[in-house]
């Protein structure tokens, strides 16, 4: 993997125990779906950390990684059999949002994650939404710091920017 191709160099990759919300992918492969999420976290100016961890095949990993972590909301990426979520909600009291990963089979990852069972809840975005995974992260966090409402509202005012822009173009304006 070339370094443009890896996670190097983004400015809010902090160090595991100071990272607020904390990425785990089952596997190297989940990198593009990945990287919608973390773009949105660098502008958003969230501090945030990547670990690849799988529950069925390092679930000692995904264990340690989950109990070293001081992040306040966990991003849970697999596709196929998506136990991860769940087996990092397992592990933690923090909230944790699972993104099903597009395959072969439509609704496998989907209903991995969203089929808990009661008393272990993980919050669910659309197929390969981490970019939607990491907004609700924010707003969780916003709920107790201001700093990333403020952070909020700066991104929902440039969407309301481009729709409006968007509007224009479609009348050739
Ligand atoms: P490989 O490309 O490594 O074979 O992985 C990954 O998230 C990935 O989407 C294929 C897919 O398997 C998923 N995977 C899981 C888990 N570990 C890996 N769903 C898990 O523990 O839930």
New binding site residues.
């Given amino acids: 993997m070339t370094k443009e191709e890896s996670l190097s160099g983004g400015k809010y990759l902090v160090p595991a125990d100071e990272c607020l919300v904390h990425i785990l992918?089952?596997?190297?492969?989940?990198l593009t779906v990945a990287k919608k999420g973390v773009k949105v976290l660098e502008e958003l100016e969230v501090p945030y950390y990547v670990t690849v961890a799988?529950?069925?095949?390092t679930p000692d990993l995904v264990e340690e990684t989950v109990k070293g972590s001081n992040a306040k909301v966990f991003i849970a990426?697999?596709?196929?059999?998506?136990?991860?979520p769940g087996?990092v909600a397992a592990h933690t009291q923090m909230p944790v949002i699972g993104v099903p990963?597009a395959g072969k089979v439509p609704f496998d990852?989907i209903l991995s994650i969203i089929q808990m069972p009661p008393g272990i809840p993980v919050g669910a975005v659309g197929l390969d939404r981490s970019d939607n995974a990491a907004l609700l992260a924010t707003r969780i966090l916003a709920t107790f710091n201001e700093r990333y409402r403020i952070a909020l509202d700066g991104y929902l005012q440039r969407m309301r920017e481009k729709v409006i822009a968007s509007g224009k173009e479609v009348l050739g304006e």
Avoid: E, F, Y
């Fill in positions: 992918m089952g596997s190297k492969s989940d799988s529950a069925h095949r990426i697999a596709g196929l059999s998506a136990a991860l087996v990963v990852s």
